[in-house]
C-alpha cells in the first residue's frame, strides 16, 4: 500500500561500507535530493545513521523519499524508497525491517 522498494546490502569489506557512508549524502545532492541532517539511531543495540532525502520531480513537481540505514558494525544497508505523500508508512517499513533484524 505504500508503495516501497526495499534494498537490503550487506557489504563484506569495511572499507567499501565507510565509503558508501560517506558519498552516499553527496551522491543523492547531486541528483537533485534534499538531504537531511544525520541522525544516530540505536538499531538492536548496534549504533547505526539515519539519513533522508528527498528527490523531486521537475516537471510533476512529485516528490520521493528515500530512508537509509547504515549499520557500522555489521556493514548493512537498508533503504526503504517511495513517494513522498506515504512517507508514514514508509516509516513504518523501515521499523518493521529494523525490528526484525538479527545480529
Known amino acids: 500500500a505504500a ?3 526495499i534494498a537490503i546490502q550487506a557489504i563484506g569489506h569495511d572499507q567499501m561500507f565507510q565509503m558508501n557512508l560517506q ?11 534534499t538531504v537531511e ?8 543495540g548496534k ?6 532525502a528527498t528527490m523531486r ?3 510533476s513537481g512529485a516528490g520521493m523519499r528515500s530512508l537509509n540505514v547504515f549499520i557500522s558494525e555489521v556493514n548493512l544497508w ?8 506515504n512517507a508514514a508508512q514508509l516509516q513504518q517499513t523501515l ?9
Open 3 to 5: 508503495m516501497s522498494q
Open 23 to 33: 558519498n552516499f549524502p553527496a551522491m543523492m545532492r547531486q541528483m537533485g535530493a
Open 37 to 44: 541532517p544525520e541522525q544516530s539511531v540505536n538499531v538492536r
Open 47 to 52: 549504533q547505526a545513521r539515519l539519513l533522508s
Open 57 to 59: 520531480d521537475q516537471s
Open 78 to 85: 537498508i533503504q526503504v524508497m517511495g513517494p513522498e505523500q
Open 95 to 103: 521499523q518493521a525491517i529494523l525490528a526484525g533484524l538479527q545480529f
